[in-house]
């Protein structure tokens, strides 16, 4: 599979955006393009739509050989928790988030998004967003959104853990932070769970049922050494106690780091500025 990505000419470089909003929309669409698409390529074209006096309204369009949406469910997707089918989040995991939330990044940017799609041939996301030239915004700077700097990039973060309580805290502490959070229950679970390059982030705690969270990080490091992609994801144990031997066998398991319970607002966003 290939990735290309074309940005015409046309389209104009003194433009003023939110790049980390920009980064998350193109993260989530070209992900997905890349979950669902096994052979092919995946291609991502940058096009002006319209040049305002004050603005331009940029194109962007995603397109994939992949599986493809059947047509009833395409204005679905886009809605919070939906897959296109039962089959898909069995397959191929995921929340069913990432499209809820680009769509309403989208509707930040004065944009929209929107998709078309034939079974069995692949997709395209196209959506807009509209840019004020840079001149322009020199000139209204109260009007303009900091960019890039300081806004924080929606996470893919795989959670294991067996403890129900332990479980909603870290979800909330996760969502409300505008993560998007996969949840399972046991070491094994998670290394099914893990696809390459898909999540940025792996919270693991260490016992757990079937595999344990060091069995299982020794796991997805061998699944990265043997895939293509090349791909490393943190890991971070979610660990009990703090002992240095109880570190040391973190590390050597192939993890970049532990947290210890209960986890602290404090030490969570530190591991996520260090992945963000
Ligand atoms: P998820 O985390 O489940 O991928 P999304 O909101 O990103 O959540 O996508 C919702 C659903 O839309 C997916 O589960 C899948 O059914 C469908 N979908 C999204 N992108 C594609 C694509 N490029 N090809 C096929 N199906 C897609």
Known sequence: MSLVSLTEESVPDGLIGDAGRLRQILINLVGNAMKFTEQGEIKL??????????????????????????????ARIFGAFEQADPSIHRKYGGTGLGLAISSRLVSLMSGRIWAESELGRGSTFHFH??????????????????????????????????????QRVIQKLLNIRGHSVTLVPDGEAAVDQWAPGY????????????????????????????????????????????????????????????????????????VLASVG
């Open 129 to 166: 967003a509209e840019f004020p030239y840079a001149e322009q915004a020199a000139a209204q700077p109260e009007k303009i959104e900091a960019s890039g700097e300081g806004s924080v990039r929606q996470l893919r973060i795989l959670v294991a853990e067996d403890h129900p309580v332990n």
């Open 199 to 270: 999540f940025d982030l792996v919270l693991m705690d260490l016992q757990m049922p079937r595999l344990d969270g060091l069995q299982a990080a020794r796991a997805i490091r061998a699944r990265e050494q043997d895939s293509a992609a090349q791909s490393r994801v943190p890991i971070y144990a979610l660990s009990a106690k703090a002992f240095p031997e109880d570190a040391r066998e973190c590390l050597s398991a192939g993890m970049d780091g532990h947290l210890t319970k209960p986890i602290t607002a404090d030490a969570l966003d530190k």
């Open 45 to 74: 074209v940058v096009t002006p739509e319209e040049m305002g006096k004050d603005r331009a309204r940029i194109r962007f369009s995603v397109s994939d050989t992949g599986i493809g949406i059947p047509k009833d469910q395409l």
